[in-house]
């Protein structure tokens, strides 16, 4: 099992980016998958997750309404969509995998199973 996270970058305050993870050595049907975010000196946080189907997904209160989570079956890839980012977003965000076949949305950084690597996000202008 192996998650690769990509797209983080430079953006000014307000701006856009979408980060991937890409999943590989397994299928992704059957997985949870989270997004956490870590910054320098912080815990890592929950950020976003969306169960195996993209029925049900659950955001945090601080990315609610700018962020959205997706996933696309035929690539084996998650998306994060980022719109109107703060400082305080910036980050190095990782993404998880969980494997549920149920509705259940996990939260929590101990219920997931693999990670990926990290993709760094910098917002400032």
């Known amino acids: 099992v192996q998650l690769q996270a990509s797209g983080g970058g430079l953006v000014q305050p307000g701006g856009s980016l979408r980060l991937s993870c890409a999943a590989s050595?397994?299928?992704?049907?059957?997985?949870?998958i989270g997004w956490f975010r870590q910054a320098p000196g912080k815990e890592r946080e929950f950020v976003a997750a969306?169960?195996?189907?993209?029925?049900?997904?659950s955001y945090a209160d601080s990315v609610k309404g700018r962020f959205t989570i997706s996933r696309a079956y035929a690539k084996n890839t998650i998306y994060l969509q980022m719109n109107s980012l703060k400082p305080e977003d910036m980050a190095v965000y990782y993404c998880?995998?969980?494997?549920?076949?149920?509705?259940?949305?996990?939260?929590?950084?101990?219920?997931?199973?693999?990670w990926g690597q990290g993709t760094l996000v910098t917002v400032s202008s």
């Open positions: 998880a995998s969980k494997y549920s076949s149920s509705g259940y949305v996990p939260l929590a950084l101990y219920e997931y199973d693999s």
């Open positions: 050595g397994f299928t992704f049907d059957d997985y949870a």
């Open positions: 969306i169960t195996w189907s993209g029925s049900s997904s």
